[in-house]
Every structure is written in structure tokens, then in C-alpha cells.
Nanobody, 124 residues
């Protein structure tokens, strides 16, 4: 079992920045690839970013490429999502997820553990 706890969400003006954190506990963090997903009101959950076990390989949704950066610190059992140049359409609940295995994935179906989510609201 892996427990994930997100933090860092909040209200920010368009153009601003936030850094989300995802603290993991329970198992060896480096055995898991990490993903970030989001769900806006009335919409389906969508992929945002993912990193392999080391953070050396990453992949982003086109909508956030160049603005968001995913990283992880395995010594601290924590993953991060740095979000810059935020737009109102980034407003959503953001979830981190962990999948068994070291390779990353963009599909939420393959993730085994999920955090409770942290809300991000971007005002125009």
C-alpha cells in the first residue's frame, strides 16, 4: 500500500504560479512511477504530467507543456508539479497517482494509488 497526500493548491490569478506536492508513504517510493491528473467540474479526469521512477523521463499533456514541470525527490518520498503561467482553464482538482513499475504512463487506468486531490482555482 502507498498513501499519497497532495498539498499546495489554492486560488491564484491568471499568469501566476503554484507548486503542488505529493507526499508518499508506505512503500519504497522509487519503485513507482508518478502521474498528475486533474478534473474540472463537469468534466472527466484528464492526464496532466507523468514521471518515471527517477524523474529522468517525463511527459506532459499538450495543454500544459512548457508551463508545468513534474519532478520528484525520492529521498523525500515526494513528487512535485510546478505550475507557471496559469490560466483559468487550469482550474480543477489535481490528483497525484502512483503506479507499480518504474515506467511512466499517461493512462489513469494503470495507476494503483491515488491521493485525495487538491483544488486549484485560477481567476481571470
Amino acid at each position: 500500500q502507498v498513501q499519497l497526500v497532495e498539498s499546495g493548491g489554492g486560488l491564484v490569478q491568471a499568469g501566476g504560479s503554484l507548486r503542488l506536492s505529493c507526499a508518499a508513504s508506505g512503500r519504497t517510493f522509487s519503485n513507482y512511477a508518478m502521474g498528475w491528473f486533474r478534473q474540472a467540474p463537469g468534466k472527466e479526469r484528464e492526464f496532466v504530467a507523468t514521471a518515471n521512477w527517477s524523474g529522468g523521463s517525463t511527459y506532459y499533456a499538450d495543454s500544459v507543456k512548457g508551463r508545468f514541470t513534474v519532478s520528484r525527490d525520492n529521498a523525500k518520498n515526494t513528487a512535485y508539479l510546478q505550475m507557471n503561467s496559469l490560466k483559468p482553464e487550469d482550474t480543477a482538482v489535481y490528483y497525484c497517482a502512483a503506479k507499480v513499475g518504474r515506467g511512466y504512463s499517461t493512462s489513469h487506468f494503470v495507476y494503483d494509488y491515488w491521493g485525495q486531490g487538491t483544488e486549484v482555482t485560477v481567476s481571470s
